[in-house]
């Protein structure tokens, strides 16, 4: 699937502090944001993903305390590629993933976001472009099949 997305895979060594040069951390971490345009007939929503390592020590709360700050980096982000492109954001969804992971586990921090195009002709010619999509959820796929063709 043709997708952005940012991964970080590291490893906690059993005993004693990790060591960056050999792929180790004490946590992953990953966000994603998600913003809807104003005007969704002349520019696209825009998804933004962010992941990473922590290094600094094993406490969930100092994680979370960064992560809280780390959302405002995303934040100006959005806006940011909003400004150079002209684009008006009516709202925008965010959320991170987090782990600590146990000494001698490996952790894996991962966000996806596919790239999405539905054709506005693959709407069924019953449906209004209103609730054409929403029509989609309730047909088999040979129903669709016979109504687009």
């Not at 060594?13 to 990790?18: H, I, L, Q, S, Y």
């Not at 998804?47 to 995303?74: C, P, T, Y």
Request: with cysteine.
């Amino acid at each position: 699937m043709i997708c952005a997305n940012k991964s970080v895979t590291v490893s906690r060594p059993k005993t004693g502090k990790p060591d960056p040069c050999k792929q180790e951390a004490y946590g992953v971490w990953a966000y994603i944001a998600l913003s809807i345009t104003r005007d969704g007939d002349n520019s696209a929503d825009l998804f933004i993903e962010d992941a990473g390592v922590w290094m600094d020590n094993d406490s969930e709360s100092m994680l979370d305390a960064f992560l809280d700050k780390h959302r405002q980096n995303v934040v100006n982000s959005i806006v940011a590629c909003g400004e150079d492109q002209g684009v008006p954001y009516e709202r925008t969804y965010i959320s991170y993933a987090r782990v600590i992971m146990k000494p001698g586990y490996v952790g894996t921090a991962l966000t996806v976001a596919p790239y999405i195009t539905l054709a506005k002709k693959a709407i069924p010619q019953r449906a209004t472009l209103e609730d054409g999509f929403s029509a989609l959820t309730t047909m088999t796929l040979s129903d669709w099949k016979k109504q687009i063709v």
